[in-house]
């Protein structure tokens, strides 16, 4: 099986940068997903890393390590909006299928 | 495109009852993921389709659990009958072939079970 491991909460003021890391343990891996979800409201995809590196998105970056099974998201500029719960997600074995993680709570305080 | 839809948006029921859930993928999508969302085990998946084929359903619960997807523009999830620890918030999403292209989530359905 898979499993994830991200912090419970974290955080962070307006106008920081803060890194949300998630850890993984799975066999035949494709990729690690982003998804950022609102209280009461639903997933939405942020982003994916399927190579080592760094992939940038506007305020959003998201990084892998393949080899250290390993991979973080980063939001710079942080705003009030930014509160919100982030998941790490893993493709592995095909399919298209995720596997999610218990996500991060990220407050962002004045 | 309207995004996907998923009916009815909150569904409050009796132990013992059977309860419906539906979901319109967004068209051109040829995978449809069903999950549940609770505060004690998170987003777990239970079933998965591609193109409006079964693929893997080792995540429902029980028997009591079933699926289905007649087409390529709509699928339903059933609990029959549903009990208490059935609560939760019940996603579908769908996506195309591929993680980059990520999923889209539908706005959830808010099941309760008294």
């Known amino acids: 099986g898979q499993s994830l491991e991200q912090p419970s909460e974290v955080t962070a003021v307006e106008g920081a940068i803060v890194q949300i890391n998630c850890t993984y343990q799975?066999?035949?891996?494709?990729?690690l997903s982003w998804y950022q979800q609102h209280d009461g409201g639903a997933p939405t995809f942020l982003s994916y890393?399927?190579?080592?590196g760094l992939e940038e998105t506007g305020r959003f970056s998201s990084f892998l390590s393949r080899s250290d099974s390993y991979g973080y998201l980063l939001l710079q500029e942080l705003q009030m909006k930014d509160s919100a719960s982030y998941f790490c997600a893993v493709s592995a074995g095909g399919g298209n299928k995720l596997t999610f993680g218990t996500g991060t709570q990220l407050k962002v305080e004045l | 495109d309207a995004g996907v839809i998923q009916s009815p948006r909150h569904e409050v029921t009796e132990m013992g009852q059977e309860v419906t859930l539906r979901c319109k993928p967004i068209?051109?999508?040829?995978?449809l993921f069903w999950y549940r969302q609770t505060m004690m085990r998170g987003l777990e998946l239970l079933i998965y389709?591609?193109?409006?084929?079964?693929?893997?359903d080792s995540g429902m619960p029980e028997d009591r659990f079933s699926a289905k997807m007649p087409n390529a523009s709509f699928s339903t999830l059933k609990i029959q009958p549903s009990e208490p620890r059935d609560s939760a918030v019940y996603f579908c999403?769908?996506?195309?072939?591929?993680?980059?292209?990520?999923?889209?989530f539908g706005s959830g359905t808010r099941l309760t079970v008294v």
């Open positions: 999403a769908s996506s195309l072939q591929g993680g980059d292209y990520g999923y889209t």
């Open positions: 799975t066999s035949g891996f494709y990729g």
């Open positions: 389709f591609n193109n409006n084929v079964p693929i893997d």
């Open positions: 890393n399927a190579l080592d």
């Open positions: 068209s051109g999508h040829d995978y």
